[in-house]
């Protein structure tokens, strides 16, 4: 390798070090002022968020990594046309296209590498990472045999349920929506914080409930406890 393209390459590794250091740094600052208030509930160590972002971190570089190639290639060859250096290897017989094959072969490398790690090492780091926020930091429950999240349907024509979570063994809910509707116009709304069936009574016991009416006057009423008597939900 010539010694011009050893220094064209440590120009352009520098570069794009420090910018990638820079996106993570925005990445992670962004991320945490709109978690801020989830991290600060948590029950989870600190250290618990400090590895979070560092499962986070691949995902940073290889989505970044194309923009901080194109700024590290503008700024390595921008300062050698600053200093004249651009001039003085042209003068010396060194075309355009010589002086730039270094820096696409090492970008070619690099993108091949981010390839491989988008494939491999990044969805693994993505699957802990999202573990580790929802279920040691905002303490959910992890999934088992006999459980559900995020659970959507629409029994009848006019209402629709929403469940976050449902345990089928012990037939609990928690974090329950129920909207009524009248075509396109919300008639009435339930969120409930959990919800059990009793197959004695024959009914769900709804626990902190917020009822909301969307009629002229929107009456609001909130209820410790409800017993709801439809085996159809």
Not at 41 to 59: G, H, Q, W
Not at 84 to 100: K, Q
Not at 145 to 161: A, H, M, N, V
Request: glycine share 4%.
């Amino acid at each position: 390798m010539r010694l011009l393209d050893r220094y064209l390459i440590q120009k352009f590794l520098f570069v794009l070090f420090f910018a990638s250091m820079a996106f993570i740094v925005i990445f992670i600052v962004v991320d945490l002022i709109e978690h801020l208030d989830k991290f600060l509930d948590s029950k989870a160590p600190f250290s618990r968020t400090v590895v979070y972002y560092l499962y986070y971190i691949p995902s940073i570089i290889t989505l970044t990594l194309p923009v901080n190639m194109l700024l590290s290639s503008l700024f390595a060859l921008g300062t050698m046309a600053q200093h004249n250096e651009l001039v003085a290897c042209m003068s010396a017989g060194v075309s355009l296209y010589r002086l730039v094959w270094p820096l696409l072969l090492v970008a070619l490398l690099i993108s091949l590498l981010s390839g491989i790690a988008n494939e491999t090492v990044v969805p693994q780091a993505n699957r802990t990472r999202l573990d580790i926020y929802e279920h040691e930091i905002r303490d959910r429950p992890r999934e088992q045999f006999g459980t559900r999240r995020e659970i959507s349907l629409q029994d009848r024509g006019e209402r629709q349920l929403s469940i976050d979570y449902y345990n089928i063994r012990t037939q609990k809910a928690n974090k329950v929506n129920i909207v009524w509707r009248d075509g396109n116009r919300i008639r009435e709304r339930w969120d409930v914080k959990t919800m059990a069936w009793d197959s004695t009574r024959q009914a769900w016991r709804m626990s902190g409930i917020t009822q909301r009416k969307f009629d002229p006057d929107e009456e609001i009423t909130r209820l410790d406890t409800l017993w709801y008597e439809d085996s159809q939900i």
